[in-house]
Every structure is written in C-alpha cells, then in structure tokens.
C-alpha cells in the first residue's frame, strides 16, 4: 500500500493557461474524490467517481473543469483557462466500499496539488 | 443541508495540557462524524470516526471525540498536548444516505507552546 499519489505537487501557471493534474489512488480502491482547499478553509468537495463512473459533480465545478478516471484507475483533473480564482490545494482521495454498503468508509488523502495562477 | 461549524479558527495550548477543540454539525438525518487532521504541505488523515456505535470514539495519537446528539456536538479532546499535536483540525460530516460526500468544517489551528 503506497498510498493516493497526486502529480505535480506544485504547478505555477498563468492565467488563462490549462493545466491537468493527476491522482493515482490506492490500487484496489474503487472510489476516488476530488476536493480542492483553499487558504484558510476546509476541503470542499467537487466531484466523485464509483470506478469510471463519474456519479455527482459539485456546482463549484464550472464547465472549466472537467475530471475523467477512464480505466478505473488513476484520474485526472483539467482546469482549461485557468483565472486567479482557482489558486488553491486540489486533494485527491480514495476509499474502498463494498457492493451493499456505501457509507462510512474512510477515505484516503493524497498530498494535494498547489496550484497558483499568476 | 449538513453543515459543520468549529469554534475558533485557532487554539493555543502549553504542552501538557488539556487539547478542547469544538464542532457542532446540523444534519437533518443521523450522520457520520469525523476528524482529520493536517500538517503543513500535507494532505489529512483520519483521526477518529463515529458511525452510530459507541459514542465516545477513541482515535490514534491518543485523541478522542464524544457524540453528544442532544447538542448536536462532535468535540476533539486529548489529555496532554505534545509539541507534535500542532496542526489544522478539521472537523467533518457524511450523511448515511450519501455515498460518503463528506463536508468538512472550517479548520482550527493548534498551538502547542513548550
């Protein structure tokens, strides 16, 4: 177990730039959240995969973000023409539910990626 | 909606003693609570859960947390505060009916001072 990897740990870019940001979850885990956190505050949640299945999307995530987790596996995060406002730590997380049971699962955080937007 | 809100964004103790951080949730179905707690440049970690059993829920690191229900309430205590205690606690909730969406609070800070 090597726990949620998350690619670039840090990712300086402009404003109106794309940037894509990558999360590797615990190998056998079959759900994964993304959450971004901004300075000061809690993790806010943005979206949700059940396996490749992207299952709820939060009203934070605009149509700039789009998220994917194609084989089950890894997914990434894209950000297209990027604004200060989405200066921020995205955290990636895992958990690993069983059929029948879907709460109460603890799941797994990445390092998170610090994203600034000059 | 479920909400988490912690009384003060920051709390400061002296090694050794008593660590009290609060969280009071508002759901309107029986949730799930949680505390994660974060250091510097790092993503969290579970410190404790209560998901309906015992309400008095023992975690790692020597900190517990007391479901009170009549108070809508979740605190974090440990007896005695180590210099390695200091970080951001952030209390959270997920509702049983969810899929595990969890709505974290705001965050509170602790200092240890030596």
């Known amino acids: 177990d090597t726990g949620v990897s998350q690619d670039p740990r840090h990712k300086i870019t402009k404003r109106g730039q794309n940037v894509t940001f990558r999360c590797d979850p615990i190998?056998?885990?079959?759900?994964l959240y993304w959450y971004r956190q901004t300075l000061g505050q809690g993790p806010e949640f943005l979206t949700y995969?059940?396996?490749?299945?992207?299952?709820?999307k939060s009203r934070l995530l605009s149509d700039r973000f789009s998220a994917e987790r194609p084989k089950g596996s890894f997914s990434t995060l894209e950000i297209q023409r990027t604004e200060q406002g989405d200066s921020a730590m995205y955290l990636c997380?895992?958990?690993?539910?069983?059929?029948?049971?879907?709460?109460?699962?603890?799941?797994?955080f990445g390092p998170g990626t610090r994203l600034t937007v000059t | 909606a479920q909400s988490v809100t912690q009384l003060g964004s920051h709390v400061s103790v002296s090694e050794g003693a008593l660590v009290l951080l609060r969280c009071n949730y508002s759901?309107?179905?029986?949730?799930?609570l949680f505390w994660y707690v974060q250091y510097p440049n790092q993503g969290l970690q579970l410190l404790l859960k209560?998901?309906?059993?015992?309400?008095l829920v023992k975690g790692i690191n020597g900190f517990e947390a007391e479901f009170k229900k009549s108070e809508t309430s979740f605190h974090l205590t440990k007896p005695s505060a180590h210099m390695s205690d200091a970080a951001e606690y952030f209390c959270?909730?997920?509702?049983?009916?969810?899929?595990?969406?969890?709505?974290f609070g705001p965050g509170t800070s602790l200092s240890v001072i030596p």
């Open positions: 997380a895992s958990s690993l539910a069983s059929k029948g049971y879907q709460v109460g699962y603890e799941q797994y």
């Open positions: 190998s056998e885990h079959n759900r």
């Open positions: 995969f059940q396996n490749e299945a992207q299952l709820e």
């Open positions: 759901s309107s179905v029986p949730p799930y």
């Open positions: 209560y998901t309906s059993a015992a309400t």
């Open positions: 959270a909730v997920s509702l049983k009916t969810s899929y595990d969406k969890v709505i």
